[in-house]
């Protein structure tokens, strides 16, 4: 991520399922950009969209040499698609935003004026969120049980849209984890932060592709790659499990030795049976997943492919 050129913003912005919003954002960007900088970037990258989002990011590089598009071989989602952008962002700071307008490219004049303070990292806070009451639900269930588990404080309000430094995203594109989460990675790296309130808009097209299945195995991954605190909770367990095991076994050796029981009850000898194999299946499922995990890491395999670049070097 050598910064060959002068460019003072890098906006990236992943592509999935907004192919008739990009123009209008690229139209906003530039009205934004143009009188608050001297030179920037827009990096679109399309994660295998299923509309005809390359064909239209193209127009936009073949219009404006500012516009670099990268088309990924396959859907790597949306935070490898950030991690692309990235690789190739030339600016001294970096936005990341959503390609469906819900993040308002206005806003980004904003968050520059509040990096002259100092702040390397200024992330928009989303308080009145234009999402569904189920993504809302969703979001904040998972903040919390993130949070928990990783001994993190996450908001939910708070998501990609920000404006980044270029040591931030150096020190987050050194960062060789298989999962990637963005808003924790950017967390995880530290420097000076602050955040502002920003506006939220509903989704100018189609609808967020982030059903309950995606975000159940973003949310059991991410949980996995940042934190080893589910398996510390399951030696926790076991520990409570064997300390009642232990008193029930106690209890029921000395109604046997007092005679108030003559034949042991087949009922207590099921539920045992079946409450110590399941809690032995669930903390072997846990290790599992983080040796799966270990697994995909050595593979080494590449975060993103890229098929296709447009007014990118090499």
Known sequence: MENKNSTDISVVIPVYGC???????????VKT???????FEIIMVNDASPDDAWATIVKL?????RVKGFDLSRNFGQHYAISAGLTF???EWIVV????????????????????EGFD?????????????FKRSASKLFYKTFSYLTETKL?????????????????ILRMHDYTRYFPTMVQWVGFKRCKIIVT????AEGKSSYNLKKMFDLALNTIIAFSNKPLRLTVKLGIFTSVISLIVGIIYLYRFLAGDIIVLGYASLIISIWLIGGLTIMVLGIIGLYIGKIFDKVKERPDFIIKDRINADE
Request: proline residues 4%.
């Open 19 to 29: 192919s008739t919003s990009l123009t209008e954002l690229y139209l906003r960007l």
């Open 33 to 39: 950009l143009e009188p608050l900088v001297n030179s």
């Open 61 to 65: 590089s073949e219009r404006d040499k």
């Open 89 to 91: 962002a030339k600016g």
């Open 97 to 116: 935003m959503d390609c469906d307008l819900q993040d308002q490219p206005e806003e980004i004049v904003t968050l520059y004026e509040k990096t002259k």
């Open 121 to 133: 990292i200024v992330v928009g806070q989303r308080v009145e969120r234009k999402d569904s009451f």
């Open 155 to 171: 908001d939910h309000t708070i998501a990609n849209f920000g404006i980044y430094s270029r040591p931030v995203i150096i020190s």
């Open 200 to 203: 939220h808009k509903g989704r």
